[in-house]
């Protein structure tokens, strides 16, 4: 997919290496769109620029009034951030309902609004949120209110030499109440088929400042003005709720599609919009968002070498292992053709599936999202490493004693989700067992033993 790959240290040895490749270059951090589309030929490039390794874009941090998240942070640093989490609610619900834990553990907030998808989460709450963007060049820098980044689907003012440095966006205050809502036709790894967020606020009782952004139902995300301008003066009575979310309909036409009629998505807009207001006039907008996120990840304290230079070097299964020839693969191509460790399998190679799920640098991960170089002076772990050169882990036994292994094909990345999860949490309860769970697919349709496997695990550790 990639035939030259670039790993800077700095953020000046980056915005050089776009500079020397303008138009020719594309960045990666996590991967998790980029990937993706490159495997089915979309903006292809034959150099990659792998910014992982510039630790000062990583971060998420609140900063004279402002929320500010950097280019590295993924929707996990988001969801775990305390000052997200109150003071940006809806950005924080948005990143919870991004794909699944694998995804959100190396997805980029940066390299979501990238992508410009008008279904992509977390570019409406950051609407909403009166985001802005600092773009990066050699040349200097540009700050972008990011309701003008956009110029269509998938198109946006960044220029081919420039990188999305940093979001930031004023913290709410005590006054300011908001959410986040997503419509999708399942409960995890869905696309919107339509989603909005809502920032009000509130003098005394009564609106005075509306802001209500709308995704899936426009070419880009749009505002809903006309009923903006309704909800001010007027308090959150149930007649008024209602009446804005008629008034949003006014201001989208959306279209017909495989996720869903025009028509099913303004109804369904009319009423989670006025289901959304009545929830912030109760109180009750940050329910759903777990107090305790599963995450999948447990970093580990890792000593890095010099950054990738031609061949990959890392560590397997607890096993020093040099990889040359492999700069060029996924991670999971890497896995199974260059290091021989055929328990990961391919279900998808879009992210979808899970079966590929492995510990990189203690983080649950989809390997065929993961460029291979992206490997070299990491730790990794696969399902052949799992019981650690004992016998079987607690929770392979528990598979076999609940007959949750079935065909087989799916469970090499169920039992690293579900292993994740216990380091991360010894008894996890059967809603953190399904979110953790929740980026892995079964085709034999037993998922009733796979989680019964996992709650026997957690009790008996």
């Known amino acids: 997919m990639w035939q030259t790959y670039l790993q800077p240290a700095t953020l000046d040895e980056t915005l050089s290496l776009l500079d020397r490749h303008t138009g020719k270059a594309r960045i990666v951090a996590g991967g998790t769109d980029l990937l993706v589309e490159l495997s089915r030929g979309v903006r292809p490039t034959s150099t990659l620029i792998d910014i992982t390794r510039v630790q000062e874009l990583k971060y998420v941090r609140e900063q004279d009034g402002l929320i500010r998240i950097g280019a590295l942070a993924t929707h996990n640093d988001v969801i775990a951030s305390p000052a997200c989490r109150v003071r940006a609610l809806p950005l924080a619900q948005a990143c919870w309902e991004v794909g699944a834990p694998q995804l959100r553990t190396r997805g980029t907030v940066a390299g979501n609004l990238v992508t410009a998808s008008p279904a992509n989460d977390t570019i409406t709450p950051l609407v909403a949120l009166r985001s802005e963007v600092v773009l990066s060049s050699r040349s200097g820098e540009r700050v972008v209110p990011l309701s003008g980044f956009y110029q269509g689907v998938r198109r946006t003012v960044l220029r081919s030499d420039e990188l999305l440095r940093e979001i930031r966006f004023p913290a709410m205050n005590p006054h300011q109440r908001g959410l986040f809502v997503k419509l999708g036709l399942r409960?995890?790894?869905?696309?919107?088929?339509?989603?909005?967020?809502?920032?009000?606020?509130?003098?005394?009782?009564?609106?005075?400042?509306?802001?209500?952004?709308?995704?899936s139902l426009a070419p880009t995300i749009v505002r809903a003005s006309t009923a903006e301008g309704y909800l001010l003066g007027k308090q959150l009575e149930p007649s008024v709720c209602a009446e804005t979310g008629r008034l949003a309909c006014t201001d989208v036409t959306p279209i017909d599609d495989v996720r869903g009629s025009a028509a099913y998505r303004l109804a369904t807009l009319a009423g989670l919009i006025a289901d959304g207001l009545r929830r912030i006039a109760a109180g009750t907008e940050a329910e759903g968002l777990p107090a305790s996120p599963v995450l999948l990840q447990t970093p580990k304290s890792v000593a890095r070498p010099a950054p990738f230079a031609g061949t990959i070097a890392t560590t397997i299964n607890g096993i020093p292992r040099v990889l040359p020839g492999a700069e060029t693969k996924t991670l999971l191509d890497a896995l199974r053709e260059d290091a021989g460790l055929t328990g990961s399998k391919e279900g998808c190679a879009e992210g979808e599936c899970g079966a590929c799920t492995v510990w990189l640098d203690g983080q649950a991960v989809m390997a065929c999202l993961v460029p291979a170089p992206q490997a070299h002076g990491a730790t990794i772990t696969t399902i052949e490493g799992l019981a650690n050169g004992g016998g079987l882990h607690p929770l392979q036994q528990a598979f076999i004693d609940h007959a949750a292994v079935q065909c087989g094909y799916c469970i090499p990345g169920m039992l690293m989700a579900g292993a994740k999860l216990l380091e991360e949490r010894a008894r996890p309860d059967l809603t953190e067992v399904q979110v953790a769970l929740s980026g892995n697919l079964c085709r034999c349709t037993g998922y009733r033993k796979i989680l019964d496997a996992v709650m026997s695990a957690g009790v008996s550790a």
Do not use: C, T
């Open 187 to 215: 409960r995890a790894q869905a696309i919107s088929v339509i989603d909005f967020a809502l920032v009000l606020a509130l003098d005394g009782d009564r609106v005075s400042e509306a802001r209500i952004a709308l995704g």
